[in-house]
């Protein structure tokens, strides 16, 4: 793509956010000339869980989940001085097939940007204070912590 922005710094964004998110967004803010892969991860609200159907769900952050989702994006970069990342968590009521998670990993190569990637999701869900409300279809709710 001509005339594409080279994102400053390996973490081009890392927010907790009420409004929608794609990881299109995520994947523009990571692209580069010189970025071989971008590997991309959305966490999609299903419309089920253990058995049970589920119709919507309300994500609820303490109110230093921004700073813990900035913090482990730029360790995630920090580890693999190759990669560029971009990871936005959605809080709020959603609807099934609404994104909560969205990430983003560029690299000069596939590798790094596949683990890296990984490591991404696999830190947020387990550090980043953020918990959710299932609501099901049978009327009941139930609290999921995101942590652990």
């Known amino acids: 793509m001509s005339g594409m922005t080279e994102p400053a710094g390996p973490v081009a964004i890392a927010a907790v956010v009420e409004s929608a998110i794609s990881v299109e967004e995520c994947a523009a803010a990571v692209q580069g000339a010189d970025r071989g892969a971008v590997v991309t991860f ?3 609200v299903r ?3 253990d058995g049970r159907g589920v119709e919507r769900l309300s994500y609820s952050a303490h109110p230093g989940a921004d700073a813990v989702l900035k913090a482990v994006a730029a360790e995630v970069a920090m580890a693999d001085p190759g990669v560029r990342v971009a990871v936005l968590h959605r809080v709020g009521e959603l609807a099934v097939g609404d994104v909560a998670l969205a990430c983003a990993v560029s690299s000069p190569h596939r590798a790094a ?3 890296s990637c990984s490591t991404l999701v696999d830190e947020v869900k387990a ?6 409300e299932q609501f099901f279809d049978d009327g009941s709710a139930e609290w999921v912590g995101a942590l652990g």
Not at 127 to 132: A, F, L, S, T
């Open 127 to 132: 550090r980043v204070p953020i918990w959710k």
């Open 42 to 44: 959305a966490g999609v």
């Open 47 to 49: 419309n089920h869980d």
């Open 113 to 115: 940007a596949f683990t």
